[in-house]
């Protein structure tokens, strides 16, 4: 048989949801803060911060999505249609927030209205985006190839507290974006949120660390079962360490360090899932090799990726390089 | 009364594909314009074309901005509303819609900064380049997803297992047999689009009295193709009419309103189709030309849907009224282009008035045409998504209710009430003020990035404010 590319996919598609947790991660994060931020000049340095990337980071949610479809189709097929509202309203928010960065400029009459709209959209999108990992995690009702569960299975009291619980963590990681990315006073304020929203995001773990092993037995023998104990207590260790790490890091008033551990704990949080779920794509009912396309098509489409991706990253790479330093309530961007 | 998931997901997929399928409609031939008018400017010098290259650029921005925020929306269709022909279909089509994402994806990173923002910054020869990339990356995209969409009609390529299609021949699938008339006709269509906006643009300007040199430049650019591509594309549309015969009939039937099975048979111009009763009321016919026009020949015969099940036949109306909507428009399209023509040998093109407004009022009607034209071809595909294979009733998320779709659809109507309104004013408002003189002295925007950031805002940033 021919090489299997299933490990080189899973590989692939982990780091493209994995980059765009984190990179719309923060520029939602900044959308939502951006509705506590007073003052006019406060208000544009905090557009100002994310105006470069933020579209360039939300077009990882197409090659999340379409990557999720070409290597995992049974997974898209399953999965989508069973967070249907949630979905919606993302897509939804994210539009509207899209137009409403590029309006708000417009029409200074509707400034509050576009304002109001960009706030909103980052916070519909996030907290969509966390019901939809919650779902996930909670598992599908699955009847052979087909989600035959009800669109409202996800209102149920675990995906809600996910939602609720990614919202502290892109306020987390939007924050320390600001730290990172302004100065004085905006950044004490940055400073202040980043340390509400950490104590959020570890209550957070801490809860979903307890709640999962309850909620399913095999997650509970994943872990807790000998060896497995031993080779896994490293991860919440770590995860605490960094915490404190974190923590210091705002206390002394670090400007890059917060933004880096915020990243670090979403992905101890990214590897705590994948350790919990492994191999499953469907959880608790397909693995992804069940799941995967069919060989061909992964190396058909493995052939362009592996040209055209390494270009976009370096691109990538380099207009944040361009935008580095701090961001200014009037030049530069806009 | 019932909500039907089936038929609501289908309107949602029509009404978000709708909007969606005006901007590339425009953009693609945009771009291909611009890239033109950037060649000329670079061989040339002449500022003639710098200014109007950069007048349309500005408008391309937006369109190119809608256009890629209505786009996110499609490929999770597939799955919130189609998952039974995504678990069947994916393997076969899911490559083909990723390339369209990568390499729009790359070329737009890479080059439509630069053709937006570097006009300052880089050489002519660059930002030709970078205008002739971004051409390229809207005709990648076309080729793409109508690779994609002539698999659905013409299906080639796979072999079926355990109900679901699995690849066998990469060069089949992609060049399925309706593919090349698909391709064609359809970036035909959009450059006829563009080239009437530009025409009619060019004709306002002109009746205002404002940019006369660059407006009769853009007037004379856009009959001096039209000439061309509108003849073109009616022998294209023959052509890609033929095709759908061979292998397609029943869409064929459809399309002619023919219930009977005929030889030789006659053009249906006009009735009124009655699916139930499988009739046309009311029918004008022409005798012969039906067989004229679909074999070239007097007595071919023509089939009939009683040739088929019923539960195979696609419904008439729809493809019936849409056709004869975007023949009749290309029939306009040939009698402007034609009487526009006339009017510069003569010399009167710029005081014929009436002819002026007349680009005005036909200038949006490729828009209509293209809607029609895909209404014609999508419709006609029914009962089936992927022809003769999968039925749409089979395709269908198994988990939505009617009313679930129905919430969902309005939601989709709401927002996109909004959204393209006031980007179709924003567009509005570049074209009133016109092409620019270059202002040299003006600051550099920044560009560094080279992405367009915030295209609304940037185009903005470009015009002079009033």
């Given at each position: 048989?021919?090489l299997?590319?299933?490990?080189?996919?899973t590989?692939?598609?982990?780091?493209?949801?994995?980059?765009?947790?984190v990179?719309d991660?923060?520029?939602?994060?900044?959308?939502?803060?951006?509705g506590?931020v007073?003052?006019?000049?406060?208000?544009a340095?905090?557009?100002?911060?994310i105006?470069?990337?933020?579209?360039?980071?939300?077009?990882?949610?197409i090659?999340?999505?379409?990557?999720?479809?070409?290597?995992?189709?049974l997974?898209?097929?399953i999965?989508?249609?069973?967070?249907?509202?949630?979905?919606?309203?993302?897509?939804?928010a994210l539009?509207?927030?899209?137009?409403?960065?590029?309006?708000?400029?417009k029409?200074?009459?509707?400034r509050?209205f576009?304002?109001a709209?960009?706030?909103?959209?980052?916070?519909?999108?996030?907290?969509?985006?966390?019901?939809?990992?919650?779902?996930?995690?909670q598992g599908?009702?699955v009847?052979?190839?087909?989600f035959?569960?009800?669109?409202?299975?996800?209102?149920?009291?675990?995906?809600l507290?996910?939602g609720?619980?990614?919202?502290?963590?892109?306020?987390?990681?939007g924050a320390?974006?600001?730290?990172?990315?302004?100065?004085?006073?905006?950044q004490?304020?940055?400073?202040?949120?980043?340390?509400?929203?950490?104590v959020?995001?570890l209550?957070?773990?801490a809860?979903?660390?307890?709640?999962?092993?309850?909620a399913?037995?095999?997650?509970a023998?994943r872990?807790?079962s000998?060896?497995?104990?031993?080779?896994?207590?490293?991860?919440?260790?770590?995860?605490?360490?960094i915490?404190?790490?974190?923590?210091?890091?705002?206390?002394?008033?670090?400007?890059?360090?917060?933004?880096?551990?915020?990243i670090?704990?979403?992905l101890?949080?990214?590897?705590?899932?994948?350790?919990?779920?492994?191999?499953?794509?469907?959880?608790?009912?397909?693995t992804?090799?069940?799941?995967?396309?069919?060989?061909s098509?992964?190396?058909?489409?493995?052939?362009?990726?592996?040209f055209?991706?390494?270009?976009?990253?370096?691109?990538?790479?380099?207009?944040?390089?361009?935008?580095?330093?701090?961001?200014?309530?009037?030049?530069?961007?806009? | 009364?019932?909500?039907?998931?089936?038929?609501?997901?289908?309107?949602q997929?029509?009404?978000?594909i709708?909007?969606?399928?005006?901007?590339?409609?425009?953009?693609?031939?945009?771009?291909?314009?611009?890239?033109?008018l950037?060649?000329?400017?670079l061989?040339?010098?002449?500022?003639?074309?710098?200014r109007?290259s950069?007048f349309?650029?500005?408008?391309?921005?937006?369109?190119?901005?809608?256009g890629?925020v209505?786009g996110?929306?499609?490929?999770?269709?597939?799955g919130?509303?189609?998952?039974?022909?995504?678990?069947?279909?994916?393997?076969?089509?899911?490559?083909l819609?990723?390339?369209?994402?990568?390499?729009?994806?790359f070329?737009?990173?890479?080059?439509?900064?630069?053709?937006?923002?570097g006009?300052?910054?880089?050489?002519?020869?660059?930002?030709?380049?970078?205008?002739?990339?971004v051409?390229f990356?809207?005709?990648?995209?076309?080729?793409?997803?109508?690779?994609?969409?002539?698999?659905?009609?013409t299906p080639?390529?796979?072999k079926?297992?355990?109900g679901?299609?699995?690849?066998?021949?990469?060069?089949?699938?992609?060049?399925?047999p309706?593919?090349?008339?698909?391709?064609?006709?359809?970036?035909?269509?959009?450059?006829?689009?563009?080239?009437?906006?530009?025409l009619?643009?060019?004709?306002?300007?002109?009746?205002?009295?404002?940019?006369?040199?660059?407006?009769r430049?853009?007037?004379r650019m856009?009959?001096?193709?039209?000439?061309?591509?509108?003849?073109l594309?009616?022998?294209?549309?023959?052509q890609?009419g033929?095709?759908?015969?061979?292998y397609?009939?029943?869409?064929?039937?459809?399309?002619?309103?023919?219930y009977?099975?005929?030889?030789?048979?006659?053009?249906t111009?006009?009735?009124?189709?009655?699916?139930?009763?499988?009739?046309?009321?009311?029918?004008i016919?022409?005798?012969?030309?039906?067989?004229?026009?679909?074999?070239?020949?007097?007595?071919g015969a023509?089939?009939?849907?009683?040739?088929?099940?019923?539960?195979?036949r696609?419904?008439?109306?729809?493809?019936?009224?849409?056709?004869?909507?975007?023949?009749?428009?290309?029939?306009?399209?040939l009698l402007?282009?034609?009487v526009g023509q006339?009017?510069?040998?003569r010399?009167?093109?710029?005081?014929?008035?009436?002819?002026?407004?007349?680009?005005?009022?036909?200038?949006?009607?490729?828009?209509?045409?293209?809607?029609?034209?895909w209404?014609?071809t999508?419709v006609?595909?029914?009962?089936?998504?992927?022809?003769?294979?999968?039925?749409t009733?089979?395709?269908?998320?198994?988990?939505?209710?009617?009313?679930?779709?129905?919430w969902s659809?309005?939601?989709y109507?709401?927002?996109?009430?909004?959204?393209?309104?006031?980007?179709?004013?924003f567009?509005?408002?570049?074209?009133?003020?016109?092409?620019?003189?270059?202002?040299?002295?003006?600051?550099?925007?920044?560009?560094?990035?080279?992405?367009?950031h915030?295209?609304?805002?940037?185009?903005?940033?470009?015009?002079?404010?009033?």
């Open positions: 048989m021919a299997d590319l299933v490990p080189l996919w590989i692939l598609l982990g780091l493209a949801v994995f980059y765009y947790v990179f991660g923060f520029d939602l994060g900044v959308g939502m803060l951006y506590l007073r003052g006019d000049a406060a208000r340095t905090v557009m100002n911060s105006a470069p990337v933020w579209d360039g980071n939300e077009t990882w949610l090659f999340g999505g379409i990557g999720l479809l070409a290597a995992f189709p997974a898209f097929a999965i989508i249609p069973a967070v249907y509202f949630p979905i919606l309203m993302m897509l939804l539009v509207f927030r899209g137009v409403a960065f590029e309006f708000r400029f029409h200074p009459a509707l509050t576009w304002d709209a960009f706030c909103g959209g980052s916070l519909v999108a996030t907290f969509a985006q966390g019901v939809v990992l919650g779902a996930f995690i599908f009702n009847d052979g190839r087909h035959v569960g009800t669109s409202f299975d996800w209102f149920a009291p675990f995906p507290a996910i609720l619980a990614l919202m502290f963590g892109y306020g987390l990681l320390c974006w600001l730290v990172l990315k302004t100065e004085g006073e905006l004490d304020w940055a400073r202040r949120a980043a340390a509400i929203c950490l959020a995001v209550a957070a773990i809860a979903v660390s307890i709640w999962t092993p309850l399913h037995p095999e997650i023998r872990w807790f000998w060896p497995n104990i031993a080779f896994l207590s490293p991860v919440p260790v770590v995860t605490a360490l915490a404190l790490g974190e923590w210091e890091a705002l206390r002394r008033r670090h400007e890059l360090t917060p933004f880096l551990g915020a670090a704990l979403f101890m949080s990214f590897i705590g899932i994948a350790i919990s779920l492994w191999p499953m794509i469907v959880p608790y009912r397909y992804l090799w069940e799941a995967a396309s069919a060989e098509t992964q190396a058909f489409l493995l052939i362009g990726t592996l055209l991706l390494p270009v976009i990253l370096m691109y990538t790479a380099w207009s944040y390089w361009v935008f580095r330093g701090k961001a200014s309530s009037t030049a530069g961007y806009h | 009364m019932t909500l039907d998931p089936v038929l609501l997901s289908r309107l997929w029509s009404w978000v709708a909007w969606h399928i005006l901007l590339p409609a425009f953009t693609v031939g945009l771009a291909s314009y611009i890239a033109v950037e060649g000329l400017y061989v040339t010098g002449e500022e003639v074309w710098f109007i950069g349309w650029t500005r408008i391309f921005a937006v369109s190119f901005g809608m890629v209505s996110i929306i499609m490929p999770f269709q597939f919130t509303n189609w998952s039974r022909f995504t678990d069947a279909a994916a393997d076969v089509i899911s490559p819609l990723s390339y369209e994402g990568l390499m729009a994806f070329l737009e990173s890479s080059f439509l900064g630069v053709l937006l923002f006009r300052r910054l880089v050489p002519a020869w660059a930002h030709f380049f970078a205008a002739a990339m051409a990356g809207t005709l990648l995209s076309a080729f793409w997803i109508l690779a994609t969409n002539s698999w659905m009609q080639q390529g796979y079926i297992v355990d679901r299609f699995e690849p066998v021949d990469w060069t089949a699938i992609i060049f399925s309706s593919f090349p008339y698909r391709f064609l006709h359809n970036v035909t269509a959009f450059y006829i689009t563009t080239a009437f906006v530009v009619g643009v060019g004709a306002w300007l002109l009746r205002r009295g404002r940019a006369t040199e660059d407006a430049m853009m007037m856009a009959l001096d193709l039209l000439i061309l591509i509108v003849p594309q009616i022998f294209l549309g023959d890609h033929l095709n759908t015969l061979e397609q009939p029943a869409k064929i039937a459809a399309i002619e309103g023919r009977d099975t005929a030889q030789p048979a006659p053009l111009l006009f009735g009124i189709p009655d699916d139930a009763a499988a009739t046309m009321h009311g029918a016919e022409i005798p012969y030309l039906g067989s004229l026009v679909l074999t070239h020949s007097w007595n023509i089939k009939g849907l009683k040739e088929w099940p019923a539960d195979q696609p419904p008439v109306g729809p493809p019936f009224f849409a056709f004869r909507v975007m023949v009749g428009i290309g029939v306009i399209m402007v282009v034609i006339v009017l510069q040998l010399g009167r093109l710029w005081d014929s008035v009436w002819f002026l407004r007349l680009c005005q009022l036909t200038a949006p009607l490729g828009f209509v045409a293209v809607i029609a034209g209404i014609t999508e006609g595909r029914q009962p089936w998504t992927v022809y003769g294979v999968l039925r009733a089979d395709s269908v998320s198994p988990s939505l209710t009617g009313a679930n779709v129905a659809l309005a939601f109507i709401v927002v996109y009430l909004i959204m393209f309104p006031t980007g179709i004013a567009m509005a408002g570049l074209v009133r003020r016109g092409p620019q003189q270059p202002d040299l002295e003006a600051p550099v925007s920044p560009i560094e990035s080279g992405r367009p915030e295209p609304f805002e940037s185009a903005a940033r470009a015009a002079p404010q009033l």
